[in-house]
């Protein structure tokens, strides 16, 4: 059983930039997409980007294009979400998600971040 | 970009009673493949959401037959026959057709009265 685990809440001030990890367990997620969203209080999901550890690549949402950089570890099977520039805007429960037979079956905890000076 | 219209918002269903959700897309979702990709998660309070049918109308692993989607094209429906206290949260339709820019429905929170 594969699970995901994100690393703990953030506080960051405006003009900062955050990073927040997902660890993978059960197996290798080399050969899959890890994507990120992101949930605002109160509002729906937003695809921001995913990668494929073993091609190396990354896509963006348009969004997000400049602000994000989303990379994988193969070695420690983490994948790492990069945003900069923060405002309070940002401010949204962050999520890590797996698509290893279906598009996002398992998803990590969610990590909080906040964005205020 | 692909637009997902969820109705109702909101719904509020008595325990046993039935529950159905609309989502319509701004564009089809039949692939060039034949296959049709929207999918279902379910969000509960407090957690992060979980796949609950895939390319339409299959249910993923684990969740109760209770659940089922249909649809084609550019409009679907997810229905629940009767609705358990335990199915209460934000149920979210996404599509795939333009990976890997997926785009998700607003959303619709079901309450149990």
């Known amino acids: 059983q594969v699970q995901l685990v994100q690393s703990g809440a953030e506080v960051r001030r405006p003009g900062s930039s955050v990073r927040v990890s997902c660890k993978a367990s059960g197996d290798s997620f080399n050969n899959h997409a890890i994507t990120w969203l992101r949930q605002a209080p109160g509002q729906g999901l937003e695809w921001m980007g995913r990668t494929i550890a073993i091609l190396g690549i990354a896509h963006y949402a348009q969004k997000f294009q400049g602000r994000v950089t989303i990379t994988a570890d193969k070695s420690t099977n983490t994948a790492y979400m990069d945003l900069s520039s923060l405002t309070p805007e940002d401010t949204a429960v962050y999520y890590c998600?797996?698509?290893?037979?279906?598009?996002?079956?398992?998803w990590g905890q969610g990590t909080l971040v906040t964005v205020s000076s | 970009d692909i637009v997902l219209t969820q109705t109702p918002l909101s719904l509020s269903v008595t325990p046993g009673q039935p529950a159905s959700i609309s989502c319509k897309s701004s564009?089809?979702?039949?692939?060039?493949?034949?296959?049709?990709?929207l999918y279902w998660y379910l969000q509960k309070p407090g957690q992060p959401p979980h796949l609950l049918i895939y390319e339409v109308s299959n249910r993923f692993s684990g969740v109760p037959d209770r659940f089922s989607g249909s649809g084609s094209g550019t409009d679907f429906t997810l229905k629940i026959s009767r609705v358990e206290a335990e199915d209460a949260g934000v149920y979210y339709c996404?599509?795939?057709?333009?990976?890997?820019?997926?785009?998700f429905g607003q959303g619709t929170k079901l309450e149990i009265k």
């Open positions: 564009q089809s979702l039949v692939h060039n493949d034949g296959q049709t990709y």
């Open positions: 996404m599509q795939t057709i333009q990976p890997p820019l997926y785009t």
């Open positions: 998600a797996a698509s290893f037979s279906k598009p996002f079956d398992y």
